[in-house]
């Protein structure tokens, strides 16, 4: 079945900069457009970057200049650089693959980014 993993994920003091990374298998990744959420504890899940099939960008108001997503397809791979973090940049990181046409969807299990002092 289709798995996306991914990692990266770390204690980072605030000020600090992590990469994340999401390694899909058996899906034809090209095809859809990529997602990270996230999700902190108490709180909504949220879109914090996508990537489209076409590798157009989108953010979250609140992490615009901070965070890029890019997109690997020779390595089914979308990546999330995140720098300048901060505390409430604390959350379950998830990594979503969607389809435009046929809505399908697919999550990772999530990797945690923790900012503190």
């Known amino acids: 079945q289709v798995q996306l993993v991914e990692s990266g994920g770390d204690l980072v003091h605030p000020g600090g900069s992590l990469s994340l990374s999401c390694v899909a298998s058996?899906?034809?990744?090209?095809?859809?457009?990529l997602n990270w959420y996230r999700q902190a504890p108490g709180n909504q899940r949220e879109l914090v970057a996508g990537i489209s099939t076409g590798g157009n960008t989108k953010y979250l108001d609140s992490v615009k200049g901070r965070f890029t997503i890019s997109r690997d397809n020779a390595k089914n791979t979308v990546s999330l650089q995140m720098n300048s973090l901060k505390f409430n940049d604390t959350a379950v990181y998830l990594c979503?693959?969607?389809?435009?046409?046929?809505?399908?969807?697919?999550w990772g299990q999530g990797t945690q980014v923790t900012v503190s002092s």
């Open positions: 979503n693959a969607h389809h435009p046409t046929w809505g399908t969807d697919y």
């Open positions: 058996r899906l034809r990744f090209s095809l859809y457009a």
